[in-house]
């Protein structure tokens, strides 16, 4: 049973505007969300962190995090072609620490 | 900075063989590493977590008699895919951390399985 789920599958964005992607936990347990990006042919990286309830912003990235309905949320504005990856949303809990459990992903294209 | 090197980067092998990927941790201590599966059918599945001290726990449909890992110290792990068959194709990819919780995962760049 996959327990961090990601919508849309895929999604595609022209160049200069606005990503929105979702992630939610099933497991009411989860402490810490992740963002990581898949560069075609590469390894997952962090992205982004978010620990406790509201916004946080990093260049055009903002990532918002609610953690009663344990949904995060990722905005890319000024989207840009180099934007286009897979974005994985990852969580863990202070519980287990060391198992991070990762989505199946959403597949960002920004059309030039 | 830290880095995860991860080898072989391709491997094909024949359907009932068996092969091993290995991962190694630099600039930082590898305290817990987990190897996951990425394939196009599920994506990313977390197959094991190894943390130094503690015993490896295998997920559900996962188990120590199909992949086999090791992980004897902070810096090194490896992962035998034993009698692989079609089903084992995809990306492995080690992914390891040096705390617990709130510490980003560092990933090696992937051994991609093919069975033929």
């Known amino acids: 049973q996959q327990k961090v789920q990601q919508s849309p599958e895929s999604l595609i964005v022209p160049e200069g505007g606005m990503a929105s992607l979702n992630c939610t936990s099933s497991d009411r347990n989860v402490d810490y969300f992740w963002w990581y990006r898949q560069h075609s042919g590469k390894s997952p990286k962090m992205l982004m962190s978010i620990f406790s309830n509201g916004e946080k912003e990093e260049g055009r990235f903002t990532v918002h995090l609610n953690k009663a309905s344990l949904h995060t949320s990722l905005h890319i504005r000024d989207s840009q072609p180099s934007d286009s990856a897979l974005y994985l949303c990852?969580?863990?809990?202070?519980?287990?620490?060391?198992?991070?459990?990762f989505g199946k992903g959403t597949h960002l294209h920004v059309l030039p | 900075g830290a880095l995860v090197y991860q080898y072989p980067r391709r491997t094909i092998c024949k359907s009932g063989t068996s092969m091993r990927m290995e991962c190694q941790a630099v600039g930082f201590q590898a305290t817990s590493v987990a190897w996951y599966r990425q394939s196009p059918q599920k994506t990313f599945e977390l197959i094991a977590l190894?943390?130094?001290?503690?015993?490896?726990?295998?997920e559900q449909n996962f188990t120590q008699e199909k992949f086999p890992i090791s992980h004897p110290n902070l810096s090194f792990s490896s992962m035998t895919v034993l009698n692989a068959y079609l089903e084992d194709r995809g990306l492995y990819l080690c992914g390891a951390r040096e705390g617990p919780a709130n510490t980003e995962v560092f990933f090696g760049k992937g051994t991609r399985l093919t069975v033929v």
């Open positions: 190894s943390t130094v001290n503690s015993a490896i726990k295998y």
């Open positions: 990852a969580a863990s809990k202070v519980t287990n620490a060391y198992k991070v459990i």
